[in-house]
Nanobody
Framework: VKHLVESGGGSVQAGGSLTLTCEFS????????WYWVHQAPGKGRDTIAH???????SYFSSVKGRFTISKDNAKNTLYLHMNNLIPKDTGMYYC????????????????WGQGTQVTVSS
């Protein structure tokens, strides 16, 4: 059974930093793309970063230069290091995975965690 569990959300002031963690299991040696998806209050889900099986990261423009996606295969853990947070970063953050090449459309992602809340105050 494939499983994703996020942690690390919380409340922080603008300009602060947080690191989100996603522990995954059940994916074995499958070709997987790993995602972080943001859902602002009252809005849809937006992919903000992904990292391929070859550890090649990509970022949406709104987080480029501020967020870093990485993974530790030995620990079965995906990370999102978030720096210089702004109030627009507030929302639920989901880690997701798909057994395919990386893309940007969350409706195509097959596996999801339960999400973790991030609140950035001004």
């Amino acid at each position: 059974v494939k499983h994703l569990v996020e942690s690390g959300g919380g409340s922080v002031q603008a300009g602060g930093s947080l690191t989100l963690t996603c522990e995954f299991s059940g994916f074995g040696d499958s070709r997987v793309c790993w995602y972080w998806v943001h859902q602002a209050p009252g809005k849809g889900r937006d992919t903000i970063a992904h990292i391929s099986m070859s550890d090649i990261p990509s970022y949406f423009s709104s987080v480029k230069g501020r967020f870093t996606i990485s993974k530790d295969n030995a620990k079965n853990t995906l990370y999102l290091h978030m720096n210089n947070l702004i109030p627009k970063d507030t929302g639920m953050y989901y880690c997701a995975a798909d057994l395919d090449d990386c893309g940007w459309y969350p409706e195509n992602f097959g596996y999801w965690g339960q999400g973790t809340q991030v609140t950035v105050s001004s």
